[in-house]
């Protein structure tokens, strides 16, 4: 009985190994960048990071741009400094292109801020996505899922492979859950499990897809034969309306009221359009605020930076000035001790 049972079994495996032999490998891929794309929150706070960086790029070049005017300003005055203040100045510069490099690996380096923030922004997401791409690959038996775009060169790859779509689903499906009530979980769950039998089975999905667009073809072809009736129900209603005013007007001699009255309400109208267009104030989106926000933020640094450079100069001059005194002074007293040495000799 137990040797039955037992080739029973060997039987079972044998065939079951043959029939996954003979169906190939079963293969997907995914669209990392997609999902990331479509993922709530990400583009939100990519946008938020662009933003910063754009403000990094804009320091960077300030202060590049006051380097290359020190730079300039010592070209033309060197021929009138002493070499001890050419050596100032020089060390100056050497220390502010030093700063200005450090600054650069600081915010866009390897491992600086652009990079660490980003990498901080994508990674949740990423360990979202090979959580759920374990869990698809385990329930539909997948051999191999790849990732589009990555390393992997993918030189073709037929659109019913890939299953960005269904991860990308399941994310959205669990943020959404968190806001359901009970009733409205109960009915997401059920629409869920209806949705992984179609991934499930491609050729039932497909057909689905297809029923799924027929259907919405007839119902937009209903709704705009609908929409035409009832458009041309409204001009017919309309022109005998004005039909029946034109014969009571030329019946009584005077002209329709009803027409005067349309007549009446269009001028004002336009009058009230005119005046409102005048009254109007120009009102300025959220982008252009922010950007006049960003705009005055960068002027002001700008100011700022302007003002440290000439405060630098006037002490530069101050130091220049007080160099050349103490020469002069130095001088006149070496001309009185040999006066002094004259006389006495």
Known sequence: MRKHILFIFLSLFIVENNIAQSRGPKIGYIDMEFILQNVNGYIE????????????????????????????????????????????????????????????????????????????????????????????????????????????????????????????????????????????????????????????????????????????????????????????RKEFEENRRKIKEEREAKRNGTISATVEKETTNSTTATQATSTSKEAAPATKTATEVEREKITAERTAAAEAKKQEIANRKKELEEKRKKILEEREAQRKAKEEELKLKTKVN
């Open 45 to 232: 706070a990519t946008n938020q990071l662009e933003i910063k960086a754009q403000n990094w790029k804009q320091e960077i070049e300030v202060k590049k741009s006051d380097i290359k005017k020190l730079k300039e300003t010592l070209s033309i005055e060197k021929a009138l400094l002493t070499r001890a203040l050419i050596d100032e100045r020089e060390t100056e510069i050497n220390f502010l292109e030093a700063e200005l490099v450090s600054f650069q690996q600081k915010r866009f380096g390897p491992n600086g801020d652009y990079m660490v923030q980003k990498s901080s922004l994508s990674k949740p997401v990423q360990d979202q996505v090979f959580t759920v791409v374990q869990d698809i690959a385990e329930k539909q038996k997948f051999d191999f899922i790849f990732d589009k775009t990555s390393d992997f060169t993918m030189l073709f790859a037929a659109k019913r492979y890939d299953i960005s779509d269904q991860v990308l689903r399941k994310l959205n499906n669990s943020e959404k859950r968190e806001q359901l009530s009970k009733k409205q979980l109960e009915a997401q769950l059920v629409k869920e499990k209806i949705q992984e039998a179609l991934d499930e089975n491609p050729e039932l999905n497909e057909r689905q897809l297809e029923l799924d667009a027929k259907k919405a073809a007839k119902e937009k072809l209903l709704q705009d034969r609908i929409q035409l009736q009832e458009q041309k």
